[in-house]
């Protein structure tokens, strides 16, 4: 088991040596600037111009949202890049060889992999969402509710596209796989938009589309499950959120199914990889 | 039984249609340097492959070290540089000689012992702290070499360990290789250069179109294959039938009267030298040259390797 742990601090040092690590940094920190900016004058127009707290906040929650979709958006793009070469690529160019012939096991090498990316691809989300929370806090002293919830919804959003990057890397070229795991997010994200105008306008074959695009690739409804943990309670009318509002709200049982899907593909991995020929 | 380190039965190697290896059957002992020779696309990579499990054979059996193929315990006994020996180039040269002193489990005091006393056998003890990034071709090949040594292995498999090294670069590898067999340790070498096989192996398989055609000893067949010229003014069916009681392969070159045979006993060449002369024949030329294991090589796999 040691040898996962090994492979797990390659993965991260990999990162910093490349210099992944500290253009993550950067870029992430310059995200959270624009926000702070326009968030800080958006905020300041809003107050010129309406009194009521109530609108005052739901302005706040509209734009932390927006911040969140970003930050979902980068997280799970992010998580493909950093990933989606690490196996492939070892393959192709042959440096895998002197590390499986040690004396560990295959599958300890992809797990070792999978635990590093997913340490890293976990730290970048958290950074982010807490810049997030951090900026609108100090400007507007406003907190959500049920974050922590929504957060974990895109954690394993981020660990789901991750498992497929690293999965597909055990058989597929790199940028074979590449294509395969952003085509696969574009299908959910396709479908998951399906659903959502499938609901407004009561159509059940677009709703359906949307079911059988988030079995193949859940990933973009756990993002709507966010969204529900994000919106209040109280807001009556999920449309005054735009376009982030969860119109429809994904069961329990489908972060369940998304969780299964996890193991039981991180589990396939594992085994693809160690009956491959290398 | 016991003192092989690889034993290999009918290995055999599909891909898809494709068989790469059609017949792996070989026995290396330990302590013994075994040289693997063959053609380019002789299946020499493909049998590696499959004795380091990167790749499952299709059929037959084999045991490194007494295990199956693929046991980790035997694999902790078993050193490999790889032929293509591509390693994180982000990586120090001891960072580098760390990381796979770890995946070998050796504690930290065992890696500290270890990594210093590689780099000064490899001639990169001042490199220590460079980035494999920026090592030459020849410079990475020795790193990826003293990483097979690192865990004091019973069996090493260098695949074509100096295909990137200068003249001095070979020597040194040289020098390694019959260092480890004076520590008892058995070296598997897949090698284009011949004449190195020759200095270092104990033994040696020829193989072609994924079938062993066979496996000798060095010392056998330098003192068995001999060849010898004989030059006579007027070479006559009697004195080639004549010659074939010191020799085999007795051949008259086209041209020049010279004939040739193979002759397992230098001490019959005054005999012979005495039998022409007395048969009444004008000896011009005796000349005895032993066969290199080039002359060896395309004996055995020449004839048909442009198929």
């Not at chain 1, 929370?133 to 400007?139: E, G, H, K, N, P």
């Not at chain 1, 907190?143 to 999965?167: H, K």
């Not at chain 2, 013994?32 to 002789?42: H, I, K």
């Not at chain 2, 090698?191 to 072609?208: G, M, N, P, Y």
Request: glycine content about 8%; overall charge neutral; aromatic content about 8%.
């Amino acid at each position: 088991m040691a040898a996962i742990l090994i492979i797990a601090r390659l993965t991260i040092r990999e990162a910093q040596r490349r210099r992944l690590l500290w253009v993550a940094l950067f870029m992430g920190l310059a995200f959270l600037l624009v926000f702070g900016i326009a968030f800080h004058y958006i905020r300041l127009d809003i107050e010129r111009q309406v009194t009521a707290g109530d609108d005052i906040t739901f302005v706040s929650l509209l734009l932390l949202t927006a911040g969140l979709y970003a930050v979902n958006l980068l997280t799970n793009v992010v998580a493909v890049l950093v990933s989606v070469t690490t196996l492939s690529g070892e393959i192709e160019s042959h440096t895998i060889d002197a590390i499986v012939t040690k004396p560990i096991p295959r599958w300890q090498v992809v797990m070792g992999k999978w635990l590093g990316f997913a340490g890293l691809v976990l730290a970048y989300l958290a950074l982010l969402v807490g810049g997030l929370m951090l900026i609108v806090y100090l400007r507007s002293g406003f907190l959500m509710d049920n974050i922590g919830r929504g957060v974990a919804m895109m954690a394993l959003a981020a660990l789901l596209v991750l498992t497929v990057s690293i999965a597909g890397g055990t058989r597929l070229s790199t940028i074979a796989n590449g294509v395969m795991t952003f085509m696969l997010f574009g299908l959910a994200f396709m479908g998951g938009l399906v659903e959502q105008v499938g609901a407004l306008i009561r159509n059940t074959a677009a709703v359906n589309v949307g079911i059988v695009s988030s079995l193949i690739m859940p990933a973009d409804s756990l993002w709507k499950k966010a969204t529900v943990y994000f919106q209040p309670s109280d807001v009556s009318n999920p449309f005054e959120l735009g376009p982030f509002a969860a119109i429809t709200e994904p069961s329990s049982l489908m972060v369940a199914y998304a969780v299964v899907y996890l193991l039981v593909l991180l589990a396939l991995a594992l085994r693809s990889f160690s009956r491959r020929d290398l | 039984m016991s003192d092989l380190v690889i034993d290999t039965h009918s290995l055999r190697k599909e891909f898809g249609p494709k068989v790469a290896v059609a017949d792996l059957t070989l026995d290396v002992r330990a302590g013994e340097v075994f040289g693997f020779l063959g053609p380019n696309g002789a299946g020499k990579t493909t049998s590696i492959k499959m004795l380091l499990s990167l790749t499952k054979p299709t059929a037959g059996r084999a045991t490194l070290l007494g295990r199956p193929l693929g046991d980790l315990a035997a694999r902790a006994k078993i050193g490999y540089l790889p032929e293509h020996f591509r390693f994180h180039e982000w990586l120090r040269a001891d960072e580098f000689l760390n990381l796979h002193g770890e995946l070998y489990g050796m504690d930290r005091a065992a890696r500290g012992a270890a990594v210093p006393r590689l780099l000064k056998l490899v001639g990169l003890e001042d490199r220590a702290a460079t980035k494999l990034g920026a090592f030459s071709k020849g410079m990475l090949q020795r790193i990826g070499l003293a990483q097979a040594l690192l865990n004091d292995p019973a069996l090493v498999f260098l695949d074509e360990p100096t295909s990137g090294l200068d003249p001095i670069g070979r020597r040194v590898v040289r020098d390694i290789i019959t260092d480890l067999r004076q520590r008892g340790m058995a070296v598997f070498l897949n090698s284009h250069f011949l004449s190195e096989v020759e200095k270092t192996c104990d033994r040696v398989a020829f193989i072609r179109g994924g079938r062993v055609l066979q496996t000798s000893s060095l010392k056998e067949f330098e003192e068995e294959a001999m060849q010898v010229v004989v030059r006579v003014g007027q070479p006559t069916p009697e004195l080639l039938t004549g010659l074939a009681q010191f020799g085999r392969n007795v051949a008259l070159e086209p041209g020049d009267g010279r004939v040739r045979l193979t002759m397992s006993d230098e001490a019959q060449l005054p005999a012979l030298a005495h039998w022409v002369v007395q048969n009444g024949h004008n000896l011009y030329e005796l000349t005895p040259t032993h066969l290199s294991l080039e002359d060896r090589f395309l004996q055995v796999v020449g004839e048909e390797s442009d198929e």
